[in-house]
């Protein structure tokens, strides 16, 4: 058990750019989250999976957001056309039905220029 | 939807003990989690609590009162690396979704 792996740890982009990035959940987790945090601010939700269906994505979220978990292992959020209000800590998470704890990986800092 | 409260920021002094409050508002409470997050980290867990009263875990407790839609986070004999910002989170109403607040930032100074 590795625990949750994010890449890439940064990533900058120009504004307008399509920038993916990916989550490797713990082996076994059928639950995975996406959130986004700002500074001074607490994680916020994203979308979440069940498996490999999509059960959640926030009435926030832009269509410019999109997320797959084609197999049921890792995930992909990709972003497309990036504004400066994406800039952000883009946070993945899993858990499973056993136990409710929720694992973060170490997140993907974007920084849209 | 829910809704989170929690101060934004607390200082204490090494050694000491400090609480640290969260006051929630859901519709079909399942349960409330606090997290720990250092700067550029990732959140880690503290503690879950279900049902009403105090867990104790080392240095760490957490208190729930369901009736009152409130938890407290206490440390105690505080640390300079216990310097971070801790997450109330709640999840209910059939979601499986922890809600998260905007944390307490927690400076710890000698």
């Known amino acids: 058990d590795t625990g949750v792996s994010q890449n890439p740890r940064h990533k900058i982009t120009k504004r307008g750019q399509n920038v993916t990035f990916r989550c490797d959940p713990i082996s076994e987790h059928n639950r995975l989250y996406w959130y986004r945090q700002t500074l001074g601010q607490g994680p916020e939700f994203l979308t979440y999976f069940q498996n490999e269906a999509q059960l959640e994505k926030s009435r926030l979220l832009s269509d410019r957001f999109s997320a797959e978990r084609p197999k049921g292992s890792f995930s992909t959020l990709e972003i497309q056309r990036t504004e400066q209000g994406d800039s952000a800590m883009y946070l993945c998470a899993s858990s499973d039905t056993t136990n409710e704890k929720l694992f973060f990986g170490s997140g993907t800092q974007l920084s849209v220029l | ?110």
């Open chain 2, 1 to 110: 939807g829910q809704n989170i409260d929690q101060p934004t920021e607390m200082t204490a002094t090494e050694g000491a003990i400090v609480q640290i409050n969260c006051t929630y508002q859901t519709s079909g409470f399942n349960g409330l989690f606090w997290y720990q997050q250092h700067a550029g980290e990732a959140p880690t867990f503290l503690s879950y609590n279900v049902l009403d009263g105090l867990e104790e875990k080392g240095r760490f407790s957490s208190f729930l009162s369901r009736s009152k839609g409130y938890s407290y986070l206490l440390l105690k004999e505080l640390q300079m690396k216990d310097s971070a910002s801790y997450l109330c989170a709640v999840w209910g109403g059939g979601s499986y979704i922890p809600t998260f607040g905007r944390g307490t930032s927690l400076i710890v100074h000698p």
